[in-house]
């Protein structure tokens, strides 16, 4: 005899439940975007009641939020650190995030997640603190680096624009590189972000007249 439902859509085991609800919404958001997902509609792919949703993640934000943290594809990008020396970090951490953004599973779900970035302020908020937070800067930290945090922005940021760049907006340039030529101009600047000198010298303004 099938299993009723418990009152307010709930279902016995909490936790797979919750995992069909990601799993519904990282499908909604890779299909449909951030401004065509909504809690109702994930719910009705998850086969729960709409509060459901909402009892767990609060809010659409709250549900884009936990679905990018998912099992992200980026996070194994954080293993890299400790894979070879610092001094080519750049190019191993270049490479490895493009094939990502190249391969047919994880790619999609990389650019689900920067269309929905651009789509609404909150979410390209939440993109660019998991990018920083989870990515970048365990990996500015595990090289043993000065000022990390800013590190990681800052190499957070230029992974993000190139992203961006090459496979959202598909900018003529950078969009018709190949993989190896993109890795060989995106490397050496990650690589300075995250092991080189962070600033230089400023020119001085001398007033006129």
């Known amino acids: 005899m099938p299993q009723q439902k418990r009152a307010g859509g709930r279902r016995p085991g909490a936790t797979r439940t919750r995992e ?16 065509g997902t909504t809690i ?29 943290r998912a099992d992200p594809p980026m996070r194994d990008l954080v293993t ?21 953004w190249e391969d047919p599973h994880t790619g999609p779900r990389m650019l689900a997640v920067i269309r929905a970035a651009t789509a609404a302020p909150s979410a390209s908020a939440m993109v660019t603190a998991f990018m920083t937070d989870a990515v970048m800067l365990p990996l500015a930290r595990a090289i043993e680096a000065d000022e990390p945090e800013l590190r990681a922005a800052l190499a957070g940021a230029h992974l993000f624009g190139m992203a961006t760049a090459r496979y959202v907006l598909h900018i003529g340039p950078l969009a018709s590189l190949s993989r190896q030529d993109a890795v060989s101009v995106l490397a050496p600047v990650i690589q300075h972000h995250l092991t080189g000198r962070l600033r230089g010298p400023v ?6 007249g």
Do not use: C, M, N, W
Not at 52 to 62: A, N, T, Y
Not at 80 to 100: F, P
Not at 203 to 208: L, N
């Open 40 to 68: 109702r509609g994930v719910a009705r792919a998850a086969g729960v009641d709409p509060a459901l949703v909402v009892q767990f993640f609060g809010s659409k934000d709250g549900l884009f939020d936990a679905a990018l």
């Open 80 to 100: 890299l650190a400790g894979e070879g020396e610092a001094a080519d970090l750049g190019v191993r951490l270049a490479r490895r995030y493009l094939e990502l």
């Open 203 to 208: 020119a001085q303004r001398h007033p006129t």
């Open 20 to 35: 069909e609800i990601l799993e519904a919404a990282q499908r909604s958001f890779a299909d449909s975007g951030y401004d």
